[in-house]
Structures are given as C-alpha cells and as structure tokens.
C-alpha cells in the first residue's frame, strides 16, 4: 500500500462527499428552496431564544420551508453580527437581533459593521417592556419617593443590573442624569442573578421584565414594588405603574426580537418574510407559546421598524456620550 | 395531602409518562456522551417537543434529559480522556487512567452508580427540603459567594500533585485563562488582542476539549506506528471487569459526602456543576485513606466526581421551582418549559398544581433506576471502545473534538482556540504540570472576580463585609480550616 | 526533566515579566474612563497584576526546587519513541483542517483529513481506512442535522 493507493482514497472521498453536497443549483428558483437559518446572538435557553423556537415552531407553515435555529453566542454577539454581514443576502439567513448589538454596542466598542446601514430590518415579533423594580419592604414607596431618599443619601441605594453597558445600565445611566440623584450601580452576569440579589435583599433596585421571575406574582403578593415602566403608554399587566415618562425620565426600552437580514437581499424576499411573518403571529399555537411566557405579539414591519431602531440607537448614543463613553 | 399525593403518583405511573422519562434519559445520555453538545444546548433545543405534550408527559422528558447528560458526559471522559460536558472534566482525571489500565468498564460502572446515587440523594432534598434550603439560598449575596469561591479554591491545594510549586503555577495559568474577555465590573477588555472569539472571554468547552482531549490525542500519536495501528495491548480486556462489591463499599461515603456537596452548592443559583464537581473531588481526596491514588486512577476519585455532578441535577430545581429563579443553564430552560406549560414557578406552584407536581416528582426518581438499568446496559457496548485500534480511534476522536468545539458556539474561532489549548495542554502535560488546577481556578476566577468587586461596591469599599456577614465568615473559616489541615496533612501523606 | 524545569521556571519568569509591563498595559483597554476615585482593587487589571506577580515567585520557586532536588521521572513506558515530528504535522493538519472547514465546509475537509491522518498513523487496510474516513463523518452530518438540527460548516466558497 503505497502513496499511489493513498492518493486515491483522497480522490474517492473527494468526488463522494462532492456527490453529497448535492449539486442540483438551477437557477429559477422561488424563494425559500432551502430551510431558513436564524442566528440568535445570545445564549441557549434565554428568554430570546425561546421566542425565536417558537416562532421556529409554526414557521414551516407559512414559509413552505423548515427554520432552523442557529446560536452564536460568542465575543458577545460580535461573531453572529458579522456571520450574518458575510453571509448570502438570499434571504435565507436571517438574525433575530436584540438591542444591545445594535443600538448599544457600536457606540461603545469598535464592532466592525454599521448598525443602522449594513442590515435590512424586517420584521419585529414581540417587545417586552423594561421596568425597575425593588422590595415592597423599602422604606421609600414609588419612584418620587426613591429619588427623594437616593438624593438624601447620595450613593448608598444600590441597582443591580445585567451588566456593565447592558440596557438596565442605561436607564439608570438616564435616570441619574435627569433626576440629579446619585445611585451605587453593580453589575451582575445577566438579568438573572441581578433579579436573584434583589430578591435577598442584597441590592436595592433592580431591573425587571413582566413576564421573567414572576414578576406579575410578586407584585400582585405585594412584596415587589415597580418604580416605573419604560414604555410610551402605562401597560395593561401594571395599570397602576407610572412610566417613566411619568416620572420625569424621558427613557423608552423594550427588549425587542427583530428579525434582520443581510443588505441587499431582494425586496421580494423581503416582501415574502414580512407578510408570511404577518400571518405566523396571528398563528394560534405561537400567540399561545408566547402567553405561557407572559408575552404577546407585537409586530411592526418595513419603514417603521427602521426608525424605531434609529430613534434608539440615537437616543442611547446621547446617554452614553453624556458620561464620556467613547470607542476605542 | 395524602389523597395528592396518591393522585399525583397514579398519574405518574402510566407507561407512556414512563417511556418519555426513558426516552429523555436516552437522549440525555447520547447528548452528554457528545463532546460540545451541553446539556444545556440540548434541553434548549427538545424544549419545542415539550411544549406540545401534556405536562406530566413533557415535563419528566426534559428531567430524563437533564439527568442523562450528567452521567453520559462521564463516559467519553473515562474512554478517552475527553469531558462530554464541562463538569466531567473531574471524572478525566481518574476515570482515564483507570481505562488505559484496562478497567473502563468497571470505571463507567462506578461513575453510573454514584450518578444515580448523587441524583437520587438530591431529588430526594427537592421533594423533601426544597422550600428552606431555597430560602437559604437567597440569603447568599455576593460576599458570601466570594466565601463559597475561597474556599472552593483551596481544593486546588489537594489536587496540585508531586510538585507544589508546578502546582501553583497551573492554578496561575487558570487565573489568567480565567481574566480574559470583559472584565465584569468596568466593562474593560483584557486580553482580547483584537480578536472576537476572545471578547466573550475564553469558552469552557473550548478550553476543557483542548487541553483534555486534543492534548491526549497529541500524546498518543507519540506513539510506535506499530502500536497505532494494531490492536490496543488491553484489548483482549474487551473494556474489562464489572465493578467488585468492596470497591463500591469503600466509596460509600464519598458518594454521600459529594452528594451533600453537590445539592448544597447546586442549589445556590449561578454556581452550577463545575464547581460542586471540583469541591466534590477535593474534599473526597483530602478525607480519603489513600489520597496518593487520586489523579492515577482512583475509584474513589471517579465516585466523588459523579456523586456531586449528578446531585446538582435534583438540586437546582430547588430555586428554580420555589422561587422561579433558575439555580443554572439547564434549569433556566427547564423553567421556560415549566411556565410554557402553565407551571408558573414559585412559592406557590405547588399549593396551585399539587397533583401535577407530585406526578412529575415520582417520574424524577422513576428516573433513576431507569438510568441505572439503561446505563447497565450501554456500558459494555461502550467499554469496547478501548478495544479500537487508536489509528482509527484518534482520528474520531480529532473529529468530534472540531466538531464539538463547533456547534457549542456555531464558531469555527472556538475550534481554532480549542487546537491552540490543545497544544497548551501537550506541552503542560509532558513538562509534568497538573491540568486539575488550571481548570479549578479558570472555573472559579470569573465568578470569584466578580463577588468580590460587587460586595465591595455594595460596602462602599469596605472589606470587613467579609467577615461580618456570617455565611461568608463561615466559608473564609472553612477554607483556613482545610488549607491549614493540608499543610499539615502533607508531610504524612508523602511519607507514607 | 531536572533541565525541563529550569528552562521552564525561566521562560515562566521572562512571561511574568513580559506581561507585567507589556501584555497588560497594552492589552486591558476601558472604552470608558474610569472614576478617578475608584479603589485599585477594583481597576480591571489588579487581579492581572496580582497573579502574574504571584506567578513570578513561583516560577522562582519552582527554578530554586529544581536546582536544589534531582527529581528525575521516568515519563513514558516503551510504546513511545520521541516522535515530534509527527506531533507537530498533526497539529497544523488539524489546523489546516479547520481553516478549509471555513471555506471547503466539513463535506469535502471532513474525509480527506479523516484518510490522511488514518494513513500517516500507519494503517493502510481499505477496509478499515474507507470507513472510517467516510461513513462516520457522514454519520455525524446526518445525525446531528436529523437529531439536533444543527448545521456542521457548509464552505463560504459555496455560500458566496
């Protein structure tokens, strides 16, 4: 068994494996042909991917085509950004994106793709409002009275958020600079642990969303108070909690699920996901998934969409350019 | 009460929730089994099946899973030195040298019973105790999980090997390792030198299939062609004997030593099994009567890493189930399944739905001896892997090393950084380093780091919030306790 | 392995030095000031700074041990003969391996690397080579697309 014997078993795996990409590439082909991938740039089990597999979960109904459900979580969801830069504006790679890669990210570090201009934006499925939370047991009640006690002792109420530069951080970034009160901020890994402290007790506030931790529950128990709501309009789980608006802080955040798509892919492919999308969110299994989460769908499509991401991005760039952030 | 609980179990015994419970711990093991493939990647992605089945149906699928892939990440690590998930990289450390010396059978046997042991023991505290050792649990705040990091960092004492200082150095590495990615509390890059795939930090899967596996694979390549490509020297063994009685009598107590370990420190959200597994290892070793067999093949040593990674699994439903706060990754996703089928999670989940949770409840522990039996039955067809020919052994094992560290992130970056640890690894192993302590202190740095900088800010700079808070005053006096009884402990050890 | 750990507490003191006063200036970069007032302890490079100082007295330690106590081991049994050479050549074919993943995809990369890693092993019967080289990494592709959906690397050269 010489080099000759060996070089043919590279020829043969060769040509076999060829055999098996499947070479059929003819060219009049209707949108999808092939299962539709969707990036989700952060990790298993998040409250994010769970919504992408339910909308996974119904898609093949209204696209003709399977979706599948691609994490990249690395580098903080840099590396899924630029797989979906350099991938085939076909259509058939997609992105549900979040805000921080897109409306946060790129004011902060160096990330290599332009947020507002190097994506199409299609479709958004659902938002969830962001809102402060902290124990019923304080001392102080409703936000006016927080901030009263927060300016009588500078520095000494504590927030915990989900992380340096994370949405939560910005709103307390935005409260600060509009109230003039002085709150300690620490960073936790993730809503979640920074959820956890404020339940023992460890931080004072902390950021909540309606539908994680039982929020609802606790709130309805009494042992959780909501400062404020993030949102344009009070929302219909929390009639009673102020917006932020409200309260003086003119700060609106959601943690959005859009999908986005590489630039340049065909307005027809477009045109096909926003109205195959339009129908899945009336799909009665999907707004049934999303209930069990304590969620609803909340679409907005096209010119819209667009802007909603641009109004943020510019509204997030003024907070992080009032404290001195700048790229490096 | 009574009448619930009847109820609950009648639902429960049903051959079709039975089956879905073995159907998930089948899964569960093969995902396990699958360097890469994570336990929790893998419930995150069976959870839609879930969602389309009745609780008591689709619930009891997704613990199967959960369970399975804590003992199924112990056999590729006792095979061929490759962790199937991150906490079996304590089982490698004894798991492996037992199957080079022709006892893979015997070792996956162990690692069986004391996973199902260690499940078993703390799905027994999530029955019994769920709602005070939650509450107990949120008591801990972040000075009290720096405590808990401390001392789970003098384990590295135990594990550091003949050379102290060689030792000490490998735990360094892990600390820098550990540094890399955004510093927590500033937002900082360390480390990063302009590349991606380091900016979340270095990932363990990664780090863990390369400084294991694809380090072992280098070493063995060392070898004569002759000895590759023939039959392996053990393998007339065909993956050797079952597991004596007496072996598994001496490891009793380490297996109910790490349970409690495990169940304590996995019901402590955000610790996950990684660590329980590690503090598991290091206090077995340190009370064992012959600590000197640790790291060369010690049954023991496999025993107290499966006890305590196993036992994280009933107990980090503890506060995922009582207050809706998921104790880690898994749980996090078991949690979704749980609202998704309108278990709402919390204090009051089981007053509202009794009857489904004690069905669910009994198909956890059916759980158990249905993983005992299916593991029984698996682990000769496993063994036989030893009795592969390593020319055609080691290339497979290349290949799920890429593909493994592929599809943890869907990042060809990741394998890159895998190869590069690999490569680390066969040089820290031929210079006589331990691995163990390198992989100790990259596990706890990050969260250790980040406790203390927040238990700082908390006080204002302060550092007396260490010793007054009781439940880190108790673990800082812990960890000088076994420091102490090391230094002390040593000189015996090496004379004996 | 006495002259091992020399070289090694040596080149382990030159790392600690170099990081010390070059790899960790330059390479902890804040995107944002921090506050001036801010204790040390809680700067992005103190626990850095910290291990690589500890690292540096221990890789002293580690050199005055060596020196001091001939430690000699036997490192491996028989079946090993220094072969570098080919440790070296499968690492950077495995390195090769993952850069044509990026661009050939695991269908073409996988079986070529697979069958020259088999050969350069020293087996050379078909009926162990082609299999192996083959069906099993057909096998993964298929299982992990039917079972988890996942996508193995497809190539941008095909993507494109």
């Known amino acids: 068994m010489g080099k000759f014997k060996f070089l043919l078993v590279v020829v043969l795996a060769l040509s076999l494996t060829t055999l098996f990409m499947g070479l059929g590439d003819s060219h009049a082909r209707k949108f999808p042909w092939k299962p539709i991938k969707v990036i989700v740039p952060l990790g298993a089990g998040g409250s994010h991917d769970l919504n992408t597999r339910a909308v996974a979960s119904v898609a093949y109904d209204y696209l003709g085509q399977p979706m599948i459900v691609q994490l990249m979580p690395g580098g903080g969801g840099k590396i899924a950004m630029h797989a979906l830069k350099r991938a085939k504006n076909d259509g058939h790679t997609l992105l549900m994106s979040s805000a921080s890669h897109l409306t946060i990210g790129p004011h902060v570090r160096k990330m290599g793709y332009d947020p507002l201009n190097d994506f199409e934006f299609v479709f958004m499925f659902t938002k969830a409002d962001y809102m402060m939370a902290a124990m019923a047991s304080q001392p102080w009640k409703g936000f006016k009275q927080f901030i009263a006690a927060a300016k009588k002792n500078p520095g000494k109420i504590s927030y915990g958020s989900s992380g340096i530069y994370g949405t939560g951080h910005l709103m307390l970034l935005k409260i600060m600079a509009d109230t003039g009160a002085k709150i300690k901020h620490i960073p936790f890994k993730g809503g979640g642990p920074a959820y956890r402290a404020g339940l023992g007790g460890h931080i004072d506030t902390f950021g909540a969303l309606p539908a994680t931790g039982g929020t609802l529950g606790r709130y309805r128990r009494g042992q959780v108070q909501i400062l404020g709501v993030c949102s344009k309009k009070r929302i219909k789980m929390f009639p009673k909690v102020p917006t932020m608006i409200e309260n003086g802080v003119d700060f609106v955040l959601a943690s959005k699920r859009s999908i986005i798509a590489p630039k340049g892919t065909p307005k027809e492919t477009i045109d096909f996901l926003v109205s195959a999308f339009k129908k899945l969110v009336k799909n009665k299994t999907y707004i049934k998934l999303l209930k069990k989460m304590g969620e609803k769908p909340s679409p907005l499509w096209g010119p819209a969409l667009k802007q909603d991401f641009a109004d943020e991005h510019a509204a997030f760039g003024k907070i992080l350019a009032s404290i001195g952030v700048k790229k490096k | 009460m009574i009448d619930q609980i009847l109820e609950g179990v009648l639902l429960a015994l049903t051959f079709k929730a039975i089956a879905m419970v073995a159907i998930g711990v089948f899964a569960g093991i093969t995902v396990g089994a699958i360097p890469g493939l994570t336990g929790v990647m893998a419930t995150a992605i069976l959870v839609p099946f879930s969602f389309f089945m009745a609780p008591e149906l689709g619930i009891p699928f997704l613990l199967g899973v959960h369970k399975g892939a804590l003992f199924g990440g112990s056999i590729p690590a006792i095979l061929v030195n490759t962790p199937g998930t991150p906490p079996a990289a304590a089982t490698c450390l004894d798991g492996y040298p037992l199957a080079q010396k022709g006892e893979a059978k015997s070792a996956i046997q162990m690692a069986l019973y004391s996973s199902t042991l260690g499940d078993t023991f703390s799905d027994i505290a999530l029955i019994v105790a769920a709602i005070p050792i939650a509450a107990l649990a949120l008591k801990f705040g972040p000075a009290d999980l720096f405590g808990l990091m401390v001392m789970g960092l003098t384990v590295i004492s135990s594990v550091t090997g003949a050379s102290v200082p060689k030792g000490i150095i490998s735990a360094l590495l892990g600390l820098l390792i550990g540094a890399v990615g955004f510093d927590a509390v500033t937002g900082s890059e360390r480390f990063t030198f302009g590349y991606d795939t380091l900016q979340g930090g270095i990932g363990l899967v990664p780090l ?289 | 392995m006495r002259k091992g750990s020399i070289i090694i507490s040596i080149v382990l003191l030159g790392f600690s030095f170099f990081s010390y006063f070059y790899i960790i200036p330059t390479q902890i970069i804040s995107s944002i000031p921090i506050e001036e007032n801010t204790p040390a302890v809680l700067h992005p490079d103190f626990f850095p700074r910290l291990t690589v100082f500890i690292l540096a007295i221990a890789s002293v330690s580690l050199l005055i041990a060596s020196i001091k106590f001939k430690t000699d081991e036997k490192t491996y049994g028989d079946d090993y003969k220094s072969a570098i050479s080919r440790v070296v050549f499968v690492f950077f074919l495995s390195y090769l391996y993952v850069i044509s993943l990026r661009y050939f995809g695991y269908s073409i990369s996988t079986p070529v690397f697979m069958a020259i890693i088999i050969v350069l092993l020293g087996l050379r019967d078909w009926r162990y080579v082609i299999p192996t080289s083959l069906l099993f990494p057909l096998f993964l592709n298929y299982f992990f697309w039917y079972s988890f959906k996942v996508i193995l690397p497809e190539g941008e050269l095909f993507l494109k």
């Open chain 2, 208 to 496: 863990l299939i390369g400084i294991f596996a694809i380090s072992e694979v280098l070493i063995q390549v060392e070898k004569k062609l002759t000895v590759l490509a023939q039959k392996p020297a053990i393998a007339h063994l065909k993956g050797g004997r079952s597991l004596k009685m007496k072996e598994f009598k001496e490891s009793r107590r380490t297996i109910f030593r790490s349970s409690i370990i495990g169940t304590i420190v996995g019901a402590i959200p955000g610790t996950g099994s990684s660590i329980a597994t590690f503090i598991g290892y290091g206090a077995a070793q340190r009370a064992s009567k012959k600590p000197e067999e640790f790291g060369k093949g010690s049954y023991e040593g496999v025993a107290a890493a499966e006890a305590a990674n196993s036992a994280v699994a009933g107990a980090d439903l503890i506060p995922t189930l009582t207050l809706g706060i998921p104790g880690g990754g898994t749980a996090a996703i078991l949690m979704g399944a749980f609202i998704a089928q309108g278990l709402r999670p919390g204090p009051s989940l089981f007053e509202e739905n009794a009857v489904t949770m004690y069905a669910i409840f009994t198909l956890l522990l059916i759980g158990n001896p249905i993983m005992l039996v299916q593991g029984w039955l698996l682990t000769g067809l496993f063994a036989a892997v030893v009795t592969i020919r390593q020319a055609i052994l080691i290339p497979c094992i290349l290949l799920f090393c890429v593909v493994g560290g592929y599809i943890y992130h869907n990042h060809l970056g990741d394998v890159e950084l895998a190869l590069l640890a690999g490569l680390f690894g066969y040089m820290f192993r031929k210079l006589k380093f331990p691995l163990a302590p390198l992989v100790i202190a990259y596990i706890i740095t990050p969260m250790a780091e980040r406790s203390f900088k927040q238990a700082l800010l908390l006080s204002g700079g302060d550092y007396t919030v260490f010793f007054t808070r009781p439940i880190s005053l108790f673990f800082i006096i812990l960890a000088a306790v076994i420091l102490g009884l090391s230094i002390w402990r040593k000189p015996k050890v090496a004379a004996e």
